[in-house]
């Protein structure tokens, strides 16, 4: 492996040396591009960028259990139409993360963009609760779904032991770690084909949906808006919980550097996938309702195993197979994504040197993949997962409300920078709104998580002006920085 000095991305795809801490340099900046360097080559086409968008936003909560959606609710259109403006809501988010992976072509996602438009501490508190508390734990529990899932068929009639299902979750980290160290051709085939799992998975729920619907097995939607009212705070929980399903749609932002034709790429993969989950999502939504009641659905423990058993009778012991899939692709896309913003952060000079090392031959980010293996493992075998990401739910919110307001203060801080897409300022206001009320909503349902998340989130501060700004470390603390 190589050291990879600081730099950054300019508009033509070059490399310029950057400056370790702060600000990155300015887009249009002058100074001549680096050669020889050992580089992350562009290897995510089109179709590899909708495979990491859609594999990555299609995990388990669809096959398992969308009942939090119509449990605040009341009725069955309640839910379907919160689901399509969920859709609608992180379509435009998603277009905000175009605008701003075509105009800053680096890698890092909201680290970046945060690093951009408002400095070096905030961006440095995004990244420190990313690798310490946020990935670990939500890669610990997706990890845990595909575990149970692909242990199903093998104890349909008794209970999964948990030392079962930790076990095989443990292989299967490791797995999509040494996957994501070893190729990041591989990696991108392999999702590729996990995404495709996928959409297999949801076809097989949607098409003998479609197939209810022609029979006239219409009977759950009749006066479909009729039902148990949903509370004051029900309706806007509701959103939060369809946002959060829909919750992906920023990672191919992470790889910007590693794109085929950015400013082409970057908004048709985004486009095409949301349109393609948003129907997904609706569909399979209608398609649980032909078969299942509002009731039934409240009930279920996993509603698409509940769903195939009455349809289709022995090929349901396919589903948990393909949720099985489905969680693993959610995982690999993962973790090829947000290493690197471990990578860029690392460049950056705000996370240890050797993060932001290159292996030679592979050309992968091999110490950014494999520092999330050993925190992901504490969190597998010793935390409470769940109650981790109930603390930590509301900071991605803020972060990502925070980065697309961001994209509006960018308009009138650097009006010149070079936009190949743009979208309409209405779309980044009504976004970075919803995100911020989300949040505001969640300090009031729930401040006593959402206060320890908010603490947790806040020791990034005294972290950031020990870790970064004090420049009087004795050698020892320096070696172990890696400086």
């Not at 896309?333 to 040197?353: K, N």
């Not at 969190?379 to 509006?408: E, K, Q, T």
């Not at 979208?423 to 998580?449: K, R």
Request: glycine share 8%; charged share 15%; hydrophobic share 50%.
């Amino acid at each position: 492996m190589v050291r990879k000095a600081a730099v950054t991305t300019v508009s033509n795809g070059s490399y310029l040396q950057g400056q370790a801490n702060g600000r990155l340099p300015s887009m249009d900046s002058g100074q001549p591009a680096q050669e020889g360097k050992v580089v992350l080559k562009k290897k995510v086409t089109l179709l590899r960028g909708i495979s990491i968008i859609i594999g990555t936003i299609i995990g388990a909560g669809i096959f398992i259990s969308p009942k939090g959606i119509l449990k605040n609710t009341g009725s069955v259109g309640m839910s379907l139409t919160v689901w399509t403006v969920c859709g609608i809501l992180s379509l435009f988010g998603a277009l905000c993360y175009a605008e701003l992976g075509t105009c800053i072509k680096k890698s890092g996602g909201h680290y970046t963009y945060i690093l951009e438009a408002f400095g070096p501490l905030p961006a440095f508190v995004r990244v420190w609760v990313e690798l310490l508390i946020i990935r670990p734990a939500a890669t610990a529990v997706i990890s845990l779904a595909f575990g149970r899932y692909i242990l199903e068929p093998f104890f349909m009639q008794c209970e999964i032991p948990e030392l079962a299902i930790k076990l095989i979750t443990a292989v299967g980290i490791t797995l999509v770690m040494v996957l994501n160290s070893t190729s990041v051709s591989w990696s991108a085939r392999i999702q590729i084909f996990l995404t495709f799992c996928k959409l297999v998975a949801i076809l097989i729920i949607i098409v003998p949906g479609v197939i209810q619907l022609i029979k006239g097995e219409t009977q759950h939607f009749k006066n479909a808006f009729a039902g148990n009212d949903a509370s004051v705070m029900g309706l806007p929980l509701a959103f939060y919980s369809g946002m959060y399903a829909y919750s992906g749609w920023f990672y191919l932002n992470f790889v910007t550097e590693e794109v085929e034709n950015p400013e082409k790429n970057i908004p048709l993969a985004i486009c095409i996938s949301m349109i393609i989950v948003t129907v997904g999502y609706v569909l399979t939504n209608v398609a649980y309702f032909t078969t299942i009641s509002a009731g039934e659905l409240l009930l279920s423990k996993a509603v698409a195993v509940t769903f195939a058993e009455r349809l289709m009778g022995n090929f349901s012991l396919a589903v948990p197979v393909f949720v099985a899939l489905s969680c693993f692709g959610s995982m690999n896309g993962g973790i090829f994504a947000v290493s690197r913003m471990f990578f860029v952060a690392s460049r950056e000079g705000h996370l240890p040197e050797i993060l932001s090392m290159i292996h030679v031959r592979k050309h992968t980010p091999l110490p950014a993949v494999i520092v999330l293996h050993p925190l992901t493992m504490i969190m597998l075998f010793n935390g409470d997962l769940y109650s981790l990401l109930n603390f930590l739910s509301f900071a991605r919110w803020l972060f990502i409300g925070l980065v697309v307001a961001g994209l509006i203060y960018l308009r009138y801080k650097r009006p010149d920078m070079p936009r190949p897409f743009k979208v309409p300022l209405f779309i980044p206001a009504l976004f970075s709104f919803t995100c911020l009320f989300m949040v505001a909503l969640s300090l009031y349902s729930d401040p006593v998580n959402t206060g320890i998340g908010f603490a947790i989130t806040l020791t990034g501060v005294p972290a950031y002006y020990l870790f970064i700004v004090w420049d009087k470390k004795p050698k020892w603390f320096r070696k172990l920085l890696g400086k």
